[in-house]
């Protein structure tokens, strides 16, 4: 996808809402669109959240006069869950016995604070346990499809159980023989439910793929969602997309070796 369709729906997804409205105005898949919307909330989230941290003490006292998790949320353009949760460690409680009223706000005895713990619940698509479940469900359907193609070309692997203990970092697939798809030698390969822009791209770099280039030689990933035309990949990472599934692959006769790659890769 070119950078500037993209910036055009990115800039356009502020609210939940918007995912639905977008899809009906444009035609876009909606979880599509409900992708990018999480990967900019979770980002706009991680960037505030000092800034909502330090003002922690103020926000417990607008809540103690009246003003509820919900309207604080708002307020502040932050995801109501978190809020939530940065209130009730302001007020001496910890972090589990928030995900526990959460779970089970019937449990609850004060009706004021089971009232609006359900209200955050609810709203939050997020960081919500049903927001959570979502994104885990479809982490788990980007794994299913790549297994699904690596059973179709007839190839065999460790998946990340097998390899979880063996070492410090664990791709979804580790080939028991590299693969070529489009020219390049392939040894290991990553499924990301996720959409490929520059900032998700270069953090799965930093905390993923640099490492499996290091142990297991060049690899590829795969972004289902899509992921931005002429993206820089570092030496020894490919990236595609969903066109994975109509792509048959070629056995590579190559041996790994270390020393023919960089010894880092920068970002």
Request: proline share 5%.
């Amino acid at each position: 996808m070119r950078y500037e369709k993209f910036k055009a729906l990115y800039d356009k997804l502020n609210d939940y809402s918007d995912v639905k409205k977008l899809a009906e105005e444009t035609g876009l898949d909606e979880e599509f669109l409900n992708v990018i919307y999480t990967q900019k909330t979770v980002r706009a989230a991680t960037k505030r959240y000092h800034v909502i941290r330090r003002n922690a003490p103020r926000l417990l006292r607008e809540w103690r006069k009246g003003s509820s998790f919900l309207s604080l949320a708002q307020q502040w353009n932050f995801p109501p869950i978190l809020i939530g949760l940065i209130l009730f460690q302001e007020n001496g409680y910890s972090k589990k016995q928030f995900w526990k009223h959460v779970h089970d706000p019937n449990s609850i005895k004060d009706p004021r604070l089971r009232k609006e713990i359900i209200e955050i619940t609810a709203a939050d698509t997020i960081y919500s346990p049903e927001g959570n479940e979502i994104q885990h469900k479809r982490g788990i359907w980007g794994e299913e499809k790549l297994q699904e193609w690596l059973e179709e070309q007839e190839l065999t692997y460790q998946d990340e159980d097998e390899l979880r203990g063996k070492y410090s970092k664990t791709p979804d697939c580790l080939l028991d023989e590299p693969i070529k798809i489009n020219g390049q030698t392939i040894h290991w390969i990553e499924s990301k439910a996720s959409f490929g822009d520059r900032i998700e791209f270069n953090r799965n770099i930093r905390s993923q793929l640099a490492q499996y280039v290091e142990m297991f030689g060049p690899g590829m990933v795969v972004y289902w969602f899509g992921h931005l035309d002429n993206l820089d990949c570092p030496p020894g990472i490919e990236i595609i997309d969903a066109s994975l599934s109509k792509i048959d692959c070629q056995k590579a006769d190559v041996d790994f070796c270390p020393e023919e790659l960089p010894s880092s890769l920068n970002v």
